[in-house]
């Protein structure tokens, strides 16, 4: 702890009392750690360590400058101390009078050092300068402490103050993009609509939902997913003017409020520059990876007098109507669209007690083979019991349950009730295949493969003996996953059959992937059979394309005598429809197959003469049906 300026050349006692001091320096360390343990306030090892050394160093520094006159090398050394000092008590490692109570103790410390060897050495005459250097070295000891606790403080303040600034800025922003996220973008469409509403002008909200970004993290991995949701904030923000905010809301859902809009049609415009914007594929910087197409859905909701929250929601709104429209478009919200919304809400929490209250049943239609007529299996159809309006088919509610996740324990229900009815018609000796039909929601689940084997091991159905339907546009949605799924159901024994064939997206190509026993042929081809020459190629076609790929045929929604002779001499090979039977409850459907064994001949001729037998035969068996009920 040197001065900065000694008033005085060094006299010979002096020095010797330097030269004393300098080889008593652990006996002061050692006298301050007991007067520091002898206090009432001890602070932690390591901080008490630190004052041991900086009291060392100043000991040392003092002890030089007595030796040796010089105060500048002395001052040199000293510095640390000073440091060291005012740094644990600007960190609050210990409070500002603790370290000032240590460095007077160290002046104490060293001033009986000094007594002692004077008396000891016979140097008294030099005693009263040391101790007057002691005083001045401990004052700018003090000095030099503040400033360091001043510089400190200011470093922790601004250290401080840039953390809280980040905590803000991160409670603000999404973590991901850098963007706004909700609470602030709640913010910024207020203060647009307090603005625009001053005018009287229209502020816009967009809301942004990517399509089908889950399939990216699902088949690319999350890290990817992460990397493209960065790039498509850089590249909104490239589109979009200073004056309009840019918020990230989560997942793949991003909102930009829009300010200043001059004509009426600028929400319009600035949709269409997203939309050009994103159609350029993503180049991303993982390595190995190859560029990422994606598209958007946008909702545009407008309006002043709005609260925020519910003008985003009417944005919200508008953006899954665009969904429901094809995607990669922009819809703008209407009135009506609220009342929509509201119906499908009812309809949804309708759905909830129905499923509680086990309002679902399953009718089977049967499917014939057309060569021989028999009964060779019954798809699974799902009916909902209403209460008051009866039987209500699933064109009305099946989208509704897809939307809420229901279609989950639902498909899980009909799956095991549908394949309990195929075991017992085995059990009484009728060897059916019983068809299912499995959802999108169905097929995206890991659970899947696992639900259909503990259904087949529960019922003791072989597994053969079972059917499972998925359309063509769900097979489309995410096609690798759905191999895997279709192979996995297929090592079961299994067989599949992809349904609605050649009214979605798929292709020659991909059916060969597909792991298909069974093409099913849509009605909407089979009702065309009456449009003349092109609606037969088209049903010839499919036939002739199965045949070709070993795979059987079912046509779905036979209605008249026309039909089944076509499908009979293209060698269909089984159909099902309301010409050959209605779909029918479990109890009336083992009635029927009773009486269309006792009934229709089984493996007549092809040709005119077997139409018209079973033509006669299918109307004995209506007339049967009539007297009966």
């Known amino acids: 702890m040197p001065p900065v300026d000694p008033d005085s050349s060094p006299m010979s006692n002096v020095t010797s009392l330097g030269v004393a001091l300098s080889m008593a320096v652990d006996d002061v360390v050692a006298d301050l750690k007991e007067r520091t343990n002898g206090s009432r306030y001890v602070l932690d090892d390591g901080v008490e360590d630190l004052f041991l050394v900086a009291a060392r160093t100043s000991t040392e520094a003092f002890a030089h400058w007595l030796s040796s006159g010089d105060p500048k090398s002395a001052r040199t050394e000293g510095m640390g101390a000073s440091r060291i000092f005012g740094q644990l008590a600007a960190r609050n490692d210990a409070a500002l009078n603790e370290v000032t109570k240590r460095c007077i103790r ?28 002691l005083q001045r070295s401990l004052h700018v000891t003090l000095v030099r402490m503040t400033e360091a606790f001043e510089v400190e403080r200011q470093l922790v303040h601004q250290a401080l103050v840039a953390r809280q600034e980040e905590v803000i800025f991160q ?40 399509d089908k970004f889950k399939a990216v993290n699902d088949n690319l991995g999350h890290g990817v997913g992460d990397h493209l949701l960065r790039a498509v904030a850089v590249r909104l923000g490239q589109v979009l003017r200073e004056s309009d905010t840019l918020g990230r809301l989560s997942g793949d859902e991003f909102v930009v409020a829009a300010d200043c809009i001059p004509p009426e049609d600028a929400p319009e415009l600035i949709c269409e520059r997203i ?42 709104i508008a953006m899954y109507r665009a969904k429901r429209n094809g995607r990669n478009r922009y819809v703008c919200f209407e009135p009506e669209m609220l009342t929509a919304v509201a119906t499908r809400f009812e309809l949804e929490t309708v ?101 259909i084997e503990a259904a087949l091991d529960g019922s003791g159905l072989d597994p053969h003996s079972l059917c499972v339907e998925v359309t063509e546009t769900t097979l489309m949605h995410d096609l690798d996953k759905a191999l895997d799924r279709l192979r996995g159901i297929r090592s079961l024994g299994v067989r599949i059959a992809i349904d609605d064939f050649g009214t979605g997206y798929s292709s020659f190509a991909h059916l060969q992937q597909f792991p298909v026993d069974v093409l099913k042929i849509d009605q909407s081809f089979i009702q065309r059979l009456s449009h003349g020459r092109s609606g037969e190629m088209l049903v010839h076609a499919q036939i002739q394309l199965a045949k070709a790929l ?80």
Request: some cysteine; proline content about 3%.
């Open 106 to 133: 160290w002046h104490d410390a060293v001033a009986a050092r000094l007594s002692s060897d004077a008396t000891r050495l016979g140097l008294e005459d030099g005693l009263s300068q040391a101790r007057s250097m």
């Open 171 to 210: 409670a603000s922003h999404d973590v991901l993009t850098g963007l706004p996220n909700r609470d602030l973008i709640i913010d910024r469409i207020e203060q647009l609509l307090v603005r625009h509403g001053r005018f009287g002008t229209k502020a816009a909200v967009l809301f942004i939902d990517l």
């Open 275 to 316: 939309l050009a914007a994103l159609r350029e594929p993503f180049a991303l910087e993982s390595p190995g990876s190859a560029p990422i197409s994606i598209t958007a859905s946008i909702g545009v909701a407008t309006g002043t007098r709005l609260p925020a929250e519910e003008i985003l929601n009417n944005a919200d």
């Open 351 to 451: 759905l909830k007690h129905a499923v509680e209250q086990e309002e679902f049943v399953l009718v089977y239609q049967p499917v014939f083979n057309l060569a021989s007529m028999a009964i060779t299996g019954a798809e699974a159809l799902l009916r909902w019991r209403h209460p008051t309006r009866g039987i209500i088919a699933p064109g009305e509610f099946i989208s509704h349950l897809e939307e809420s996740g229901l279609i989950i324990d639902v498909g899980r229900w009909v799956l095991d009730q549908a394949i309990r009815r195929g075991a017992e018609w085995h059990r009484q000796g009728q060897r059916l295949e019983i068809s299912v039909n499995l959802s999108a929601r169905q097929l995206d689940s890991d659970q899947v493969v696992t639900q």
């Open 550 to 629: 070993g795979i059987d045929t079912v046509a779905e929604g036979v209605e008249d005598a026309y039909q089944l002779d076509f499908l009979i001499e293209e060698q269909c090979t089984s159909a099902q429809g309301f010409l050959l039977s209605r779909p029918l409850d479990a109890s009336a459907i083992d009635d029927f197959i009773g009486q269309w064994r006792g009934q229709v001949p089984v493996g007549t001729e092809v040709g005119e003469q077997r139409l018209r037998r079973i033509r006669a035969s299918l109307s004995r068996v209506r007339r049967s049906r009539e007297k009966a009920d």
